[in-house]
């Protein structure tokens, strides 16, 4: 009996001179310094419209270089003349463009060149460039799967070797990665986007287990549905127009996604504290919790959305832009979405 107290004595001992430490170790880690960003130049992939582009303003207008890359040359001049338009940037000095295809690796080695030749050095990038897939798994074809990893996973991880070298050299650095709710829990009829998001998610965690130690500070956000006006560049199958019709409303409605604005906010508030990770919206940062502490039921919620709420199986296994597809004919709506498209750069229903 003596000894077993003992032992049970010494175990408690233990686990308390652990719990101890732990949290003088947590602490330590987890004093962070503020990010001067005035000065610091910032490279943002997706930077000519939307999210990206709402970054783009945030970041100038805290005095940062900003480094804007997308694949339409004339969708970042755009960009460039309405960032310089609001005051977002005092002048082109301040400002790169560049037109990359950042599924090639070849394309991200050479926007980090261009940015570093320059303004000396890249000190915070921005994963931020993808593509999304919407309709039922059934008829997602294999080339959809591909093209989200391709662009949504791939393109962020070339970003980050392209720009690590010379971050580890300088022992600082920001890379923030732009994932999504969806890399933390299933959303119905959007497989391909969640497949690669999950993926996106998971690097971006193990990248700041990894590099926290040596000076780079890695960021992973986790938005909900943003006000960005994306949705005419989406990629649907299926019920070619019910399914446009349900992830454009969603997409859209104040209320139900969130500003694209007040997420650059955060997240450029997130980037100046070195925050491990963030989700943009209450209903995110809900979601991810319960789905955390009860998997199965946000399944069987998700299955449920699925089955009575969303599009049924039917129509086409054939990728059609959403651009292509006739649109609600409410005026309303219509009015409510040009103004939202025009705001973010972009383009019409």
């Known amino acids: 009996m003596e000894n077993s107290s003992s032992w049970k004595v010494s175990g408690l001992a233990l686990a308390s001179a652990g719990l101890v430490t732990g949290a003088v170790l947590l602490k330590k880690l987890g004093t962070r310094t503020s990010l001067a960003i005035a000065g610091r130049t910032v490279v943002i992939t997706g930077g000519s419209r939307g999210l990206g582009l709402a970054l783009a303003e945030e970041f100038g207008r805290a005095g940062a270089n900003v480094v804007l890359a997308a694949r339409s040359e004339s969708e970042l001049q755009t960009a460039k003349q309405m960032l310089l338009t609001r005051g977002a940037v005092p002048s082109e000095n301040r400002i790169e463009l560049v037109a990359c295809d950042l599924r090639e690796n070849t394309d991200c080695l050479r926007l980090i060149r261009v940015a570093t030749e320059r303004f000396g050095r ?3 990038l921005i994963n931020n460039a993808g593509v999304i897939y919407v309709g039922p798994i059934e008829k997602q074809p294999l080339e959809a799967y591909r093209d989200a990893m391709e662009s949504d996973f791939f393109a962020s991880l070339q970003m980050t070797y392209a720009v690590l070298p010379q971050m580890l050299d300088r022992g600082e650095g920001s890379i923030v990665n732009i994932t999504s709710i969806g890399g933390k829990m299933p959303v119905p009829h959007l497989a391909p986007y969640n497949a690669a998001k999950f993926a ?3 690097f971006s965690e193990t990248l700041h287990a990894e590099l926290r130690g040596k000076g780079i500070r890695v960021t992973t956000v986790c938005p909900g ?3 960005t006006g994306s949705y005419p ?3 649907v199958v299926g019920d070619l127009e019910k399914e446009y019709r349900w992830f454009s409303l969603s997409s859209s409605l104040p209320g139900v996604a969130h500003e694209s604005k007040a997420a650059a906010a955060k997240i450029l508030a997130a980037t100046r504290e070195g925050r491990t990770e963030i989700t943009i919206g209450r209903d995110a940062y809900l979601a991810a919790r319960v789905h955390g502490l009860l998997p199965e ?3 069987a919620v998700a299955s449920l959305a699925d089955r009575f709420v969303l599009p049924r199986t039917t129509g086409t296994t054939i990728p059609t832009p959403a651009r292509r597809i006739r649109s609600l004919r409410s ?5 409510l979405s040009r103004q939202l498209t025009q705001s973010q750069n972009q383009p019409s229903t």
């Open 233 to 235: 560049n989406a990629i």
């Open 200 to 202: 996106a998610t998971g």
């Open 122 to 124: 890249v000190d915070v």
């Open 297 to 299: 039921t946000v399944q």
């Open 225 to 227: 549905l943003l006000r």
């Open 331 to 335: 005026s309303l709506w219509q009015s």
